[in-house]
């Protein structure tokens, strides 16, 4: 793959986790969406996690979409 194309799969990539991180936040809304279940909400991210390490992913492209997407008030807790 030569490099363009590479960096052209790594943004893709990296579209792909911030849609999931979106994904895991919305899923963890409880009470009409007035509040967060932290547990479901970690249990998620770790799984993000685990995935984006598996698809090379560095760690700390993934906590820099958590803190883009999670409100700062969540993404301190979580």
């Known amino acids: 793959m030569n490099a363009k194309n590479l960096e052209k799969f790594h943004d893709s990539l ?6 999931l991180i979106h994904e ?3 899923e963890s809304e ?6 967060v279940n ?14 984006a390490k598996y698809d090379g992913l560095d760690e700390a492209v993934i ?3 958590i803190n883009e997407v999670l409100p700062p008030q969540i993404s301190e807790a979580a």
């Open 14 to 19: 990296v579209a792909q986790y911030r849609d």
């Open 24 to 26: 895991a936040l919305l």
């Open 30 to 35: 409880e009470n009409h969406k007035t509040t």
């Open 38 to 51: 932290l547990g479901t909400l970690n249990s998620k991210l770790r799984m993000i996690y685990s995935s």
């Open 63 to 65: 906590d820099q979409l």
